[in-house]
């Protein structure tokens, strides 16, 4: 009988963990977050767990030795982590552990993958189950699902479709390790793997001297809508931060011959707002001023006083 302890954190699990009391697969232990909200919403994984009874344990205290006790304990046959933070080699050393990342490893090793692979303008993605050990996301490949990237996909609905996609991609991982299969995979390494380090404040922001327009779209598309791309805005001699939630390419008028305006100059014209670019211009569309709401751009920046000096940095 398989018997497991399911470990994560967020929302990218649910889904798996409700598959897994569906199949009314033994779990001994959720390991999560006891918090009731997790970034200002409800946490669902411990509702599920007080609602169908499951023993949970503090992901705070997890390598601790009282919970390691408590895992060992309980004996269970597979450790599942998904979306969570690296665990003790007291724990893995001694329990077969795998991990599902929501990337092609080795691309994309790391803690924000779904972001970074929409920033970087990649055109495909996928899932990745692999043994846990004591390297981050470097562990023995066990099975792949790749899946295609739209264009303009954004970072909310690229995360929810692999969400979606795991608790099948899931199924199948244990079917070959039940059946005890050996996939080989032989995946063509570029020159430079990329990492997909945690996005701070920095890496949010728009460097409009550096990135071309191309670049800025897949930034805005890469982020949350929670945690947007910014820069700069002077109005009036007044600096502060504008948050761009959405942008258009697709320009259907000839702003050549305003190209010779300063990078990050406002432009208004036929009712739309344009922000010169290293190359060319983008259109705004969505955008708010710290601590403000969201808004159209157009609404924002007919509010602003003393337009003929308004630019972004």
Not at 210 to 220: T, V
Request: aromatic fraction near 12%; charge should be positive.
């Amino acid at each position: 009988m398989l018997k497991v302890i399911y470990m994560s954190n967020g929302t990218f699990g649910i889904p798996t963990l409700k598959y897994l009391i569906k199949k009314k697969i033994k779990i001994n232990y959720i390991v999560t977050s006891l918090k009731k909200y997790i970034n200002n919403k409800l946490n669902f994984i411990k509702k599920l767990a007080t609602k169908n009874n499951i023993n949970l344990i503090n992901s705070n205290d997890i390598n601790k030795k009282k919970s390691i006790y408590k895992i060992i304990k309980s004996k269970p046959n597979l450790l599942i982590l998904i979306s969570f933070k690296i665990i003790s080699k007291n724990i893995w050393g001694k329990i077969k552990t795998i991990n599902i990342h929501p990337s092609l490893l080795p691309y994309y090793r790391g803690p924000c993958p779904i972001n970074w692979v929409i920033i970087n303008g990649e055109k495909i993605t996928g899932l990745t189950s692999f043994f846990v050990n004591d390297s981050i996301d470097n562990g023995k490949i066990i099975l792949q699902k790749k899946i295609k990237l739209k264009k303009k996909i954004t970072f909310e609905k690229l995360y929810k479709k692999l969400s979606k996609l795991t608790p099948i991609f899931l199924k199948k991982t244990l079917l070959i390790l039940k059946k005890k299969k050996k996939k080989k995979y032989n995946i063509k390494l570029k020159n430079n793997i990329p990492y997909s380090p945690k996005i701070n404040y920095y890496y949010r922001k728009i460097y409009l001297l550096l990135y071309n327009e191309s670049y800025i779209q897949n930034l805005i598309l890469g982020l949350s809508s929670i945690s947007p791309a910014w820069c700069y805005i002077n109005t009036f001699n007044n600096i502060t931060i504008i948050y761009i939630n959405k942008i258009n390419l697709n320009l259907n008028l000839n702003l050549y011959k305003y190209n010779n305006l300063k990078i990050g100059y406002l432009l208004y014209k036929n009712n739309k707002i344009f922000l010169k670019t290293k190359n060319y211009f983008i259109e705004l569309l969505i955008c708010r001023l710290f601590n403000k709401k969201k808004m159209n751009c157009l609404d924002l920046y007919n509010g602003l006083p003393n337009k003929e000096n308004i630019f972004l940095f």
